[in-house]
């Protein structure tokens, strides 16, 4: 079946623009998570989402980031008033999420956001 | 808080021999997964291996292993009769097996910051 899809695959805008990434997840899973990659760096949690649940965005850098999960399903990551620091490669994943614990996550081929 | 760390910013290796990657970790939970995950230039991450804590056994697949030392908290990755197509960015990952009281959040991955493997034909 299909897997997570992210969209753009790249990006590249002016300092001080908003930009929306948008992450669709695989049917039927109900964790989401984004990532963030900095050049030469590992992955660094932003932001969880699991059902109905309010969402975990203890990871969040900065209140210029903020992520929305419409219907349970579609996720858009939004970064307003982008900083040059914000230049990177933003993963998403999904999981079945629920009780089961060993649940691994699988994730997109993800969005290069670079900021001119 | 957990942290991962792999010491080898890069690695090369011949093609069709053995080559271990390394990584360790820093908790104070008993019940954890860990895993390793490869990255191509496409970007996507694909999970390798997976290791439960609580497992005695070694997790193995196909030409991949892992050596868990618990009390050590050490988590290599051997990659035997290595392959072209082996060659990615390789990154070692903790997850909390307990479940947060937001409902969840302890389920994300802490990831260290990766070691780059070659393959030399």
């Known amino acids: 079946g299909a897997g997570v899809s992210q969209s753009p695959s790249n990006k590249v805008t002016e300092k001080g623009k908003d930009v929306e990434l948008r992450c669709d997840p695989i049917?039927?899973?109900?964790?989401l998570y984004w990532y963030r990659q900095s050049l030469g760096q590992g992955l660094e949690f932003l932001i969880y989402f699991q059902g109905n649940s309010a969402p975990d965005k203890s990871g969040l850098p900065s209140d210029r980031f903020s992520a929305e999960r419409t219907g349970g399903s579609v996720s858009t990551l939004t970064i307003q008033r982008t900083q040059q620091e914000d230049s990177a490669v933003y993963l998403c994943?999904?999981?079945?999420?629920?009780?089961?614990?060993?649940?691994?996550?699988?994730f997109g081929d993800g969005t290069r956001l670079s900021i001119l | 808080a957990q942290t991962v760390t792999q010491s080898q910013p890069e690695m090369s290796v011949q093609e069709a021999e053995t080559v271990t990657l390394s990584c360790t970790y820093d908790t104070s939970e008993s019940d954890y997964y860990l895993f390793w995950y490869k990255q191509p230039p496409s970007r996507q991450m694909i999970l390798v291996i997976r290791?439960?804590?609580?497992?005695?056994q070694n997790a193995t697949e196909n030409r991949f292993s892992v050596n868990f030392q618990k009390a050590a908290k050490s988590f290599s990755l051997k990659i035997s009769d290595s392959q072209l197509g082996d060659a990615a960015m390789y990154f070692c990952a903790y997850r909390s097996a307990f479940r947060g009281g937001s409902g969840g959040s302890n389920y994300k991955l802490t990831f260290g910051k990766g070691t780059l493997l070659t393959v030399n034909p």
């Open positions: 290791q439960e804590a609580y497992k005695q």
């Open positions: 049917s039927g899973h109900t964790a």
């Open positions: 994943a999904s999981s079945l999420g629920g009780r089961e614990r060993d649940q691994p996550q699988h």
